[in-house]
């Protein structure tokens, strides 16, 4: 079983940055690729970025290519996502999640465990 903690959401105007980050509990972090979503109310959840095991590999949605960077510390178990350039189209609740393979995916069904999510809003 693998627990997942996200953090560093919060309100940021137009423009800015926010770096969220992923705590994940269990001794094998380096084997699973990790991922983030968002989800907005009354939508479906949505795929935003994607980090295999070794860290080798990422994939982002194309509305956030060039804006966020997803990246890992596989000593310190976690996975951080920057967020850049931010837009109100960007708020949402944020979610990590943990895929029990070391391969990279950008559907939620690809994913095993996750987090309950942080806030992040963007006043325009």
């Known amino acids: 079983q693998v627990q997942l903690v996200e953090s560093g959401g919060g309100l940021v105007q137009a423009g800015g940055s926010l770096r969220l980050s992923c705590a994940a509990s269990?001794?094998?972090?380096?084997?699973?690729?990790m991922g983030w979503f968002r989800q907005v109310p009354g939508k479906d959840r949505e795929f935003v970025a994607t980090?295999?095991?070794?860290?080798?590999?990422?994939y982002y949605a194309a509305s956030v290519k060039g804006r966020f960077t997803i990246s890992r510390d596989n000593a310190k178990n976690t996975v951080d996502l920057q967020m850049n350039s931010l837009k109100p189209e960007d708020t949402a609740v944020y979610f990590c999640?943990?895929?029990?393979?070391?391969?990279?995916?950008?559907?939620?069904?690809?994913?095993?465990?996750w987090g309950r999510g942080t806030q992040v809003t963007v006043s325009s």
């Open positions: 999640a943990a895929r029990r393979r070391g391969s990279i995916a950008t559907i939620q069904d690809g994913y095993d465990y």
């Open positions: 269990g001794r094998t972090f380096s084997s699973y690729a």
């Open positions: 980090i295999a095991g070794s860290g080798g590999t990422t």
